[in-house]
């Protein structure tokens, strides 16, 4: 049994995909982030950095926060979505590394720029804006010719896809990117994904674009 810290955010959404992907037991505890809940000292001591996600593993107590690591201990834990051949799984690895340095802060600044603090500065906005569009194209050009970020479906697509998920949040319209947009309606079909978007709580339905 996995004891799955989290909120509604793309990073609290990457853990309960994967728990359900790999049909992990788990269960969930609520961290309300926008009442503070994540500074609460009992939450500190799972999550030293006092943000979500984070998880404790009841097998051994092993703890643990970074929804990157995270992702990789529950590869290993079960032998899936990380491959063991030496080419793929560095390139799985390369490719959440991006995620977890590029596209979860940049977005993340874009959505506090141009979602909840929009007119208050420009340049950041324009800044933000601008990233996000470099990126979505970096995504744009590895998905070309491929289903997946690393061919088969791992740990890089889990982590990658629901900060996608936020792109209207982003002023991103998903038909300049086509490879993005079919990668990202095929993930969302996902069951698993479904499942896993609604984690603490139902928010609504994966956003699907026109
Ligand atoms: N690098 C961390 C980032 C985690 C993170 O930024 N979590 C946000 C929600 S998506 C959070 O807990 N924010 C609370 C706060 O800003 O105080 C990870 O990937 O786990």
Request: net charge positive.
């Amino acid at each position: 049994m996995i004891d799955l810290y989290t909120w509604s955010t793309p990073n609290g959404r990457k853990i309960s995909i994967a728990l359900e992907e790999l049909k992990l037991p788990y269960e969930v505890h609520p961290v309300n982030i926008g009442k503070d809940e994540q500074f609460k000292p009992e939450f500190l001591a799972i999550s030293p950095n006092n943000r979500i996600p984070a998880i404790v593993d009841r097998t051994d107590g092993t703890r643990m926060m970074e929804s990157g690591a995270i992702l990789i201990y529950l590869a290993e834990k079960t032998g899936e979505l990380l491959s063991y051949e030496k080419k793929k799984r560095f390139e799985t690895l390369e490719w959440l590394m991006w995620q977890m340095g590029g596209i979860g802060p940049m977005l993340g600044q874009a959505h506090h720029f141009l979602k909840y603090n929009r007119g208050k500065a420009p340049y950041a906005e324009e800044r933000y804006a601008k990233e996000a569009k470099r990126l979505y194209g970096v995504l744009n050009r590895r998905l070309e010719g491929r289903e997946f970020i690393v061919d088969t479906y791992s740990i890089a697509d889990i982590a990658t896809w629901p900060w996608i998920s936020r792109f209207e949040w982003q002023d991103i319209d998903l038909n300049d990117f086509p490879n993005v947009k079919r990668w990202y309606v095929d993930i969302a079909k996902r069951p698993a994904v479904q499942k896993g978007y609604k984690v603490p709580k139902d928010v609504g339905d994966v956003p699907i674009p026109k």
